[in-house]
């Protein structure tokens, strides 16, 4: 079967490391443009300033992956179901649930397939996860999200603007396994804020969640942006028969009872790539809002501190 062309739109760190060579490999999807305001483009395909310029240039293109910042999402992901795309969209969504809500109704109204990607699910250790909560139950889970800002948003000023996240903005990865793998629903009870005195987002966000369980598990979560040692994306577990799981490696490793039993390299956006592919045959959008809406939560009832400067 002929590959479905596809036009990436934002060129930046996350279309170069994945977007574009996953799309490259590709069997289900072929490059046909990209999309870039400083003009950067990718292999011999065509480079155009704006969507408009390549929406009116090359109508056969039917499909946009956006992978700008959110803060500009909500516009065009409307823009591109206006000229009747179908729409891959970067985590985290929009800034706010209100303009996520309305993209699920307008693509609807559309008729289009919209897919809110979220990278952290797509991985065998997360699936096995869930699959295990489901039987056992939980008593206890504990999110430990700790990155160097400098290595993984080298120099991006709009992470620490409003509506850029700060430290949510990777943290909203750990929300996305923690919505996927629970069995019963979470809620924020409260969080901690830390703000650079300088900046507009947290470095460093703390989260106590509760649940409508008797037993009454503890759920809490840590992300923090200054971790210069290496990544620690860690989901430490136990459930009610009284396993002890650990997801590492941003979910791409499962350790049971200290027992390594799943540990795969990272293909995410290979798993995200087949899933449009899927979802694009059915003709089926997939908008998952959950891990927003523990992240706007978080804001919505933090408590804000603030700490030192940050600068690059
Ligand atoms: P980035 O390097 O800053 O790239 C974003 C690109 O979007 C820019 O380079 C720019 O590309 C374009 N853009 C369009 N409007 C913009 C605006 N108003 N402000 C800034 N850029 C604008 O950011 P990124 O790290 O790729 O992150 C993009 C999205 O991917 C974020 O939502 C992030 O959470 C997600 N993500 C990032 C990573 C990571 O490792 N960094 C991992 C997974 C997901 P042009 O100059 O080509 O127009």
């Not at 303009?99 to 289009?112: N, P, Q, W």
């Not at 897919?115 to 889970?141: M, P």
């Not at 694009?280 to 603030?306: C, Q, T, V, W």
Request: with cysteine; charged share 25%; hydrophobic share 40%.
């Amino acid at each position: 079967m002929a590959k479905k062309k596809i036009a990436v739109i934002g060129i930046g760190k996350i279309s170069q490391d994945q977007h574009l060579p996953v799309i490259d490999k590709s069997k289900d999807f072929e490059l046909a443009a990209c999309v870039s305001t400083r003009g950067i483009g990718h292999g011999n395909v065509p480079v155009f300033k704006t969507p408009a310029e390549l929406y009116a240039a090359m109508p056969e293109v039917g499909l946009v992956s956006i992978c700008t910042p959110p803060n500009v999402r909500h516009q065009m992901v409307r823009e591109a179901l206006d000229a009747g795309k179908d729409v891959l969209l970067e985590k985290p969504p929009t800034p706010t649930l209100a303009e996520f809500d309305d993209l699920v109704a307008y693509g609807r109204k559309k008729k289009k397939v919209l897919f809110q990607t979220w990278h952290s699910q797509y991985n065998e250790a997360v699936d096995a996860t869930k699959k295990i909560l489901k039987k056992e139950g939980v008593t206890s889970v504990r999110i430990d999200w700790r990155e160097s800002v400098r290595k993984w948003h080298p120099g991006q000023d709009w992470v620490w603007e409003p509506g850029g996240f700060g430290v949510c903005d990777p943290g909203i990865n750990a929300m996305s396994i923690f919505t996927k793998i629970m069995p019963f629903p979470v809620f924020v009870a409260s969080s901690k804020l830390k703000y650079p005195a300088n900046r507009q987002t947290p470095v460093d966000v703390e989260i106590v969640f509760k649940s409508g369980e008797k037993h009454q598990p503890k759920l809490s979560a840590g992300f923090n942006w200054l971790e210069e040692s290496g990544e620690i994306w860690t989901v430490s577990i136990e459930t009610e028969k009284g396993t002890k799981l650990r997801l590492e490696r941003g979910g791409t490793v499962l350790v049971v009872n200290d027992l390594v039993v799943i540990q795969n390299k990272s293909e995410e956006y290979e798993g995200i790539y087949d899933r449009f592919a899927k979802l694009l045959k059915k003709g089926k959008s997939d908008m998952d809002g959950a891990p927003l809406r523990l992240i706007s939560d978080a804001f919505f009832l933090g408590a804000r501190e603030n700490v030192e400067d940050f600068n690059w």
